[in-house]
């Protein structure tokens, strides 16, 4: 019993402490996924590709794609996004519904959208001064954050 218990002791200190998160080449990326990046995001240049998976690296979680100016997108694991984040640039406006985009122009005039998320119940955006709004499956807003 002692014998096991230090072996798996010594076992968890090998571990990375963060063994979820691996960098992989950018051709390992779902299909999906690498149309996508590449249809939308073809003037950024890429920093990394990173597959998000459980502790032991059996169940795929998801992935990420992380470019040098600070934008990010997560795909789950079938290669479609859930998430966008910019660091200097408003996510694309083509990858935004129309209603969420005529909402912003008309309530938040001349901000851009720096983040978008998909949420089981709609959309999450944030604005570029940090303001976070909700809207529904039917892309009506229905709150803040």
Do not use: C
């Not at 218990?5 to 979820?20: G, V």
């Amino acid at each position: 019993m002692k014998k096991l218990l230090a072996l798996i002791t010594l076992a968890s200190a090998l571990l990375p402490a963060n063994a979820k998160d691996r960098v992989i080449p950018f051709t390992e990326l779902p299909k999906a996924a690498q149309q996508f990046v590449e249809s939308n995001f073809k003037d950024k240049q890429l920093a990394s590709a990173q597959i998000d998976t459980s502790m032991f690296g059996a169940i795929t979680d998801g992935y990420k794609v992380v470019y040098t100016d600070g934008t990010e997108i997560e795909f789950d694991s079938s290669g479609n996004w859930e998430e966008i984040k910019t660091r200097i640039d408003a996510v694309p406006q083509n990858l935004i519904p129309e209603k969420i985009t005529l909402y912003v122009k008309k309530h938040f005039k001349g901000l851009p959208i720096v983040e978008i998320k998909k949420e089981n119940y709609g959309y999450e955006i944030k604005l570029s001064f940090g303001q976070e709004l909700k809207f529904n499956s039917e892309y009506t807003f229905i709150g803040m954050d």
